[in-house]
């Protein structure tokens, strides 16, 4: 791994305001294989942090070697690649700004839809280029880190390259979501003939142009006029702007409409020589280029198109328009066929082929009325063939760019693309709660050195410490630092029982050092997992090993002699409290050896509560009434009658499936406790793994997310 060091500088603090805090700043290192992150490597002051005196943790002392997490991946894609904006048009992603609108994903009770989402975040990097082939011809240029949706869910498109280390990744015959690109080749939507056909197409479908020559006894006077009147402003304003570059002029003025039809505004002129230039322009040409008939079809769409349904159609009642439309949807191989014209003489085109060719349509046409173009509410179904038929290795790097977005989500070359949002966080620091999080990782990496001095103060009283309250230990930075091996020395030559509750299946690197820590002081070893689901898993927690990662590693525990502990935390209202999901669940841990469950319901800390209501509004808006009620306002602990409604659903599960242990919602905090695993509080799933306690009323407070005394 190649690591690069980094001294900040004052622009680099600039860009980070907090990391003047950190006087112990060693250097700021980035690498190819983190991708996107920032490694702020510290020399802290203090390991060992002592929970507050008014907090209801059951333990007294935490060690954290990192701040911030780097269990979420770095997913990066050529800058070619075209993402799907939220006006339909696609563009290259060099050209995405913070800010701007995009197509993401939701998922709803039986689909996916596509849905508005904002980007909150661009960055750049360098990485080994992968190019992914589908059957449909579609092409998309990533590294190795960017994930996919797939039909068995989110893929990586390689393996890990770190060896030990797995993780899903694209195989030939996965199947992407979305619509694709296919092999298709665009045309330049700029060029004199696209203009030309288009203005063809808006013009012919649905303007007026007038002659007639009026005697008013006098003379006779000869009137030539032209106008053009659309609801669309987009539509008008191209026009307009296309004719001014042929030489015709024109006024805008207000058109009279009934008071029950949309507003309408029309383009006019009198002048004779334009309205002659114009039916000049206009007329059908003999050869018809490629680019003439993609401009006729968004001119004629924008004039008598319609989008309903998702379903495109063109109408018109004029036969050689129809035969027009028909040749230019025959030129780019649209599957098309005309309906049955109705009583009035109109007949419509209508374009088969779902999303796909809808898409494909909208891309070669280029149509301007963005109200037509809109996919939101349209359900995620894949029609067309974007089977995985070749993963390459190109071998070079290149610069590549990623986004982050509100969804998690966005559309790249027609496929749906991953990316992580991180939690607020960082706060201390200055650093923001979206990509900062999980970018600008804080490594103490003198922590196991601070930690032996500390231990062997007189004052010492051995009590137990706990690892993983705030961060994860076991995150995938510590492949790297390997702090935690000297960590566990530390308290294991200081005869200090320490407990560890971590996400992360790193954890298996050290069960050897580990079982030979237990030998000499008490070793609590604990797994967090969640939700069992993968889609919702996925969505609620992206980044962190599967469910199913995380049980092989309770089994790896298990096998070394450890009594593991799991937490079945945060049990969500409504997502994950259901008989059958908690039934599954306990199924699954009591088959992977776990020795008992500790369970809680979500408890959303400040700052987590935010991100979570944002989450789930866009997941799940159904439920967002009731979780209202659940947690209303500031506050933060679901309320004691839920908390009793879980326990009575919750302790015949536990003693059917034999890991019934200590469950601080239901018992008080005076009775015997079976170790320190049993009786550690509930953990939220919300990111990081952090501090939540339960005072003696029952209720669940949280505990400072940090102190000032780290570094």
Known sequence: MRWQGQQLGVDDTAALPGMERMDGLVRSVTTPEFAGMTFHEVLCKSALNRVPGASAMPFDWTVNPYRGCSHACSYCLSPDTLILKADGRQVPLSDIRVGDEVIGTERGSRYRHYVRTTVRAKWTTRKRLHRVTLADGTEIEGSADH????????????????AGRQRPHLTVSNRLQGFGTGAHTSVEASGPDWRQGYLTGMVRGDAMIFHKTYDDGNRAREIHRFRLALADREALDLAKELLEQIGIVTMVRPFSVPAHRRPMTALHTAKMHDVARLEDYIAIPRFRSREWMAGFLGGIFDAEGSCSRGIVRISNANEELLSLTEEAFAAFRFDAVREPARPNGVSSIRLRGGLTSRQRFFDTARPSITRKLDVCGTAVKTSADLRVVNVEDIGYDIDMIDITTDTEDFVANGVISHNCFARKTHE????????????????????????RTELR???WAREPVMLG????????????????????GALTDNGTPFSILTKGT???????????????????????IAVFDDALQHSIEPGTPSAEARLETVRAATAAGFRVTVFLMPIMPHLTDSVSALDDALARIREAGAARVVYGALHLRPGAKQWFFE??????????????????????????????????????LLRMHRLDGWDEDDHPRGRPQPGLAA???????????HRTGVPASGRPRVAPASEPTLF
């Open 615 to 652: 989450w789930l509004e866009r997941e799940h808006p159904n439920l967002m009434s009731s979780y209202r009620g659940l947690y209303p306002g500031v506050s933060t602990s679901a309320p004691k009658a839920y908390r009793t409604w879980l326990g009575k659903r919750m302790r015949p």
């Open 506 to 528: 790193l954890l298996r690197r050290d069960l050897p050092l580990l079982a030979e820590a237990s030998q000499q002081v008490k070793v609590t070893l604990a797994m967090s």
């Open 147 to 162: 994930r996919f949706l797939t039909e068995r869910g989110w893929k990586h498109v390689t393996d890990s390259p770190v």
């Open 469 to 488: 309250t705030n961060t994860d230990p076991y995150q995938r930075a510590e492949g790297r630092y390997r702090l935690m091996p000297d960590i566990v």
């Open 679 to 689: 009786r550690t509080p509930p953990v939220s799933s919300l990111g990081p793994v």
């Open 428 to 451: 201390y620091l200055d650093l923001d709660y979206g990509a900062d999080f999980d970018s600008q990782i804080v490594v103490k990496v003198n922590v196991a050195d601070v930690l």
């Open 457 to 459: 103060r007189g004052s």
